[in-house]
């Protein structure tokens, strides 16, 4: 059985997150709190993803768009 689009993408997330969180940082001028609170916002959107309809070719760019 293939794995659903939206398990990649959390696991993805999870393989990601600390450089995630390190990227918002700097791209938020220093304020982790408001990148960790990005971050956590993304998180739950990926875990509300339904299967898409489209392949996702490159899940960690996608989590970053």
């Known amino acids: ?15 990601n997150y600390e450089q995630l969180l390190r990227f918002l940082t700097r791209k938020m001028n220093g304020d982790s709190e408001r ?7 993304t998180y739950v959107r990926l875990a509300g993803t339904s299967e898409l309809d489209e392949t996702i ?9």
């Open 1 to 15: 059985m293939a794995r659903s689009s939206a398990s990649i993408l959390i696991a993805s997330f999870q393989e």
């Open 35 to 41: 990148a960790a609170d990005v971050v956590q916002d």
């Open 57 to 65: 070719d490159n899940p960690r760019a996608y989590i970053y768009r």
